[in-house]
T-cell receptor, first 114, second 113 residues
Framework: AQSVTQLGSHVSVSEGALVLLRCNYSSSVPPYLFWYVQYPNQGLQLLLKYTSAATLVKGINGFEAEFKKSETSFHLTKPSAHMSDAAEYFC????????????FGQGTELSVKP | GAGVSQSPSNKVTEKGKDVELRCDPISGHTALYWYRQSLGQGLEFLIY????????KSGLPSDRFSAERTGGSVSTLTIQRTQQEDSAVYLC???????????FGPGTRLTVL
């Protein structure tokens, strides 16, 4: 069965610093991979997704993620953090032959210090 | 255009009561998903509808949970004889098909006293 592990339930960075949120997945077949962001009291918003095309995926708000099959990783990065990036981030996996249901990691709360 | 809407936004109920949560997907989306977000369990898949196919109920935690989707559009998640452990935010998502991006609603926060 597939699973997702997000390393670090809380990450704190200074404004302008690099953001790195880690995600490792387990899947017996090539997965689709996603990063979602959740702002307080709101639903989930898609940041980016990997569906077996380019391994470096660019998303909204300056975020990007790189699919590394050898490391079974899909880490999320942003070169320069902004205060508005403070939110909870979820990595998720789905299998193309299982109806698209998403299996989520436990989430990483990102804090940005001024 | 309009996104996924859910109602009510908040629901407080007493243990043992039944509740119904509603989801209005984006018009034209054939796939609809329910997820649950709780402190202890994180985000969990509950059930999935795709067109006229039989729903995938593999994520429902007990037989007290059921869902239906009428006319290929609106969906209702029903929880019978609610328990305190059912307290969570219930999220609905829809997509054009099961291989497309899922768009999430704002959720219904259920509190069981």
């Amino acid at each position: 069965a597939q699973s997702v592990t997000q390393l670090g339930s809380h990450v704190s960075v200074s404004e302008g610093a690099l953001v790195l949120l880690r995600c490792n997945y387990s899947s017996s077949v090539p997965p689709y991979l996603f990063w979602y962001v959740q702002y307080p009291n709101q639903g989930l918003q898609l940041l980016l997704k990997y569906t077996s095309a380019a391994t470096l995926v660019k998303g909204i708000n300056g975020f990007e993620a790189e699919f590394k099959k050898s490391e079974t990783s899909f880490h999320l990065t942003k070169p320069s953090a902004h205060m508005s990036d403070a939110a909870e981030y979820f990595c998720a996996v789905s299998l193309y032959n299982q109806g698209g249901k998403l299996i989520f990691g436990q989430g990483t709360e990102l804090s940005v210090k001024p | 255009g309009a996104g996924v809407s859910q109602s009510p936004s908040n629901k407080v109920t007493e243990k043992g009561k039944d509740v119904e949560l509603r989801c209005d997907p984006i018009s034209g989306h054939t796939a609809l998903y329910w997820y649950r977000q709780s402190l202890g369990q994180g985000l969990e898949f509950l059930i999935y509808f795709q067109g006229n196919s039989a729903p995938d109920k593999s994520g429902l935690p007990s037989d007290r949970f059921s869902a239906e989707r009428t006319g290929g559009s609106v969906s209702t998640l029903t929880i019978q004889r609610t328990q305190q452990e059912d307290s969570a935010v219930y999220l609905c998502a829809s997509s054009w098909s099961d291989s497309d991006t899922q768009y999430f609603g704002p959720g219904t926060r259920l509190t069981v006293l």
